[in-house]
């Protein structure tokens, strides 16, 4: 079972460049999450979704953008990439029937 | 209000030994109190839940306290091993049916001395 799947694993950014973390689960969850981990911070919610063409903000969702096309995909964009957006990206989903959530094994983005 | 607060930040326990973390919470509404265990370079995985309902939920060697009226509960890890060796996150959610979106606490950093 592949679960939730996150790329890239790594990314260096420049200041200013835009990207796209790719996350994709094959549970045929409605919900899902996108969270940023910074040490000692815990994990933030950036944006979330319940559904395709659903998304919604969360705590942190300032110089993001979501979209979900399909249940399977759940995009993260960043556009104008800066310094404070250097975090560890998790991905997570969820069925609507339990509290549980999935998460992929993360993307570790820099920007300098 | 939304704030979940965990401690200690960092944690060292002798192999066999007890660990304990702690969380506390503000808005009553929260319905729903998990666990997450993160292993190096992996994403964080459920360990442990529990639900207001319930005082006390004990999978294996470990056990979450709830303490509803003080808005604080606990993990307590018995016969710590080597390979608990993780950072733990409680979390805390309402309405599990409808977004579910969790409130993590900022996480412990547990460290299980052979």
Known sequence: NAGVTQTPKFRILKIGQSMTLQCTQDMNHNYMYWYRQDPGMGLKLIYYSVGAGITDKGEVPNGYNVSRSTTEDFPLRLELAA???TSVYFCASRT?????LF???????TVL | QQQVKQSPQSLIVQKGGISIINCAYENTAFDYFPWYQQFPGKGPALLIAIRPDVSE??????TISFNKSAKQFSLHIMDSQPGDSATYFCAASYGSSNTGKLIFGQGTTLQVKP
């Open chain 2, 57 to 62: 939920k004990k999978e294996g060697r470990f």
């Open chain 1, 83 to 85: 310094p404070s957006q």
């Open chain 1, 103 to 109: 998460f992929g094994e993360g993307s570790r983005l």
């Open chain 1, 96 to 100: 609507s029937n339990t509290g549980e």
